[in-house]
């Protein structure tokens, strides 16, 4: 198989190889990430895995990731397993980054997180791994690709998503702005703002009650 690093240059057919190696190796590792928190995936889970980092990471791009980069997609995955599993949407869609909203405005106040809530524990991790969500949402939806500097002290903030149309964004410190400031800082109206259509706020009778507690996953 032809590699990087070994010089030269490859054929379509070593090329295709070489991407299809890297995706497996990147697919493995989320599943590894989701089985350690959540419990052992099925073999048709896996699989979903392995469609999931196909579909939507640039196959180019893989082998020469950067580590904060495999993190924020890892945390997207992580998260919307998550979410999904306490009865939010969260299926990468743009509308589904009302349910982010929701998210917060069941689980913080003020700034706070809600006592016993489900950003009560590590939530810096947390709020990380909502904003690589948000940031997924745009990416897949808009179309676009992550950047991260590995030796910057502060990359889980500074990470970058720049989408096609040129547009640069930090949707982990958005996330953050929507955690600090509230339901002024929407995260449905910072996805309107950047391009995407978001269906009308659908209304809610009562908070979605967990399937499965979040320290399983986290």
């Known amino acids: 198989m032809w590699s990087a690093r070994a010089g030269g240059t490859p054929n379509d057919g070593d090329r295709s190889a070489e991407h299809a190696h890297a995706a497996d190796r990147c697919a493995r590792e989320i599943a590894r990430f989701l089985t350690h928190f959540g419990g052992a995936l099925t073999a048709a889970d896996g699989q979903l895995v392995r469609r999931i980092i196909i579909g939507h990471i640039n196959l180019n791009e893989v082998g020469s990731m950067s580590h904060i980069v495999e993190d924020t997609l890892k945390g997207a995955a992580w998260i919307a397993h998550a979410l999904r599993s306490s009865g939010y949407r969260a299926d990468f869609s743009a509308d589904s980054l009302r349910q982010i909203d929701f998210f917060f405005d069941d689980h913080s106040r003020n700034g706070e997180p809600t006592p016993g809530g489900f950003l009560s524990e590590d939530l810096g991790t947390r709020l990380f791994a909502l ?88």
């Open 131 to 218: 904003g690589a969500y948000v940031g997924e949402v745009l990416r897949r939806n808009s179309g676009g690709a992550w950047h991260g500097d590995d030796a910057d002290p502060q990359a889980e903030m500074t990470v970058e998503l720049r989408l096609i149309s040129g547009t640069q964004c930090w949707p982990v410190q958005r996330v953050m702005k929507r955690f600090k400031h509230g339901s002024e800082a929407s995260i449905a109206a910072y996805g309107s703002g950047l391009g995407l259509v978001i269906g009308a706020r659908p209304e809610r009778s009562q908070a979605p009650a967990a399937k499965k507690s979040w320290w399983k996953f986290w």
